[in-house]
């Protein structure tokens, strides 16, 4: 199961999505009713792609329904020098390449191409570590070690 925390930003992104949907619903269903309208709805494609449309408004109001009351926001850390949920943490991979992620929650890091799930063996495996300390991490059968040298808490 998937972790319940998210950031303050994530929530807000979230419940913005939902108040989006609810907007983009009233539009859907009207033109809905004006493809119905039209008659024969069997071969009709605005009247097939409008009811397509709203399945996937409501699936994904419903999912948003759901889940926002379930997540727990987190703001505070426990220490600045650890790595803990929310932080911006930079690593050095064996190649001597510099990589910054955040550690966000699993409704937020497909948002933004520098977020990784807390969820993520990475992710995983950074949780509490320091500067300087090296995390080495197996996926899909193929080694990764990164060294730690930054933390950072914005």
Known sequence: MAAS???PEGRTALEEELASLWQRRGVTTAALAAAAAEGDRSENAEYIYRKKELR??????GHLQR????LKVVDAVQS???IYFG???TVEDEAG????W???GPDEFA???GYISIDAPLARALLGKGVDDEVTVVVSNRKNSYLILEIEYR
């Open 5 to 7: 925390y998210i950031t």
């Open 56 to 61: 996937e408004i409501d699936r994904r109001l």
């Open 67 to 70: 889940r926002i009351p379930q």
């Open 80 to 82: 600045r020098d650890r």
């Open 87 to 89: 932080a911006w943490v």
């Open 97 to 100: 390449t510099e990589i910054t």
């Open 102 to 104: 955040r550690l966000v």
């Open 111 to 113: 948002r933004h191409p």
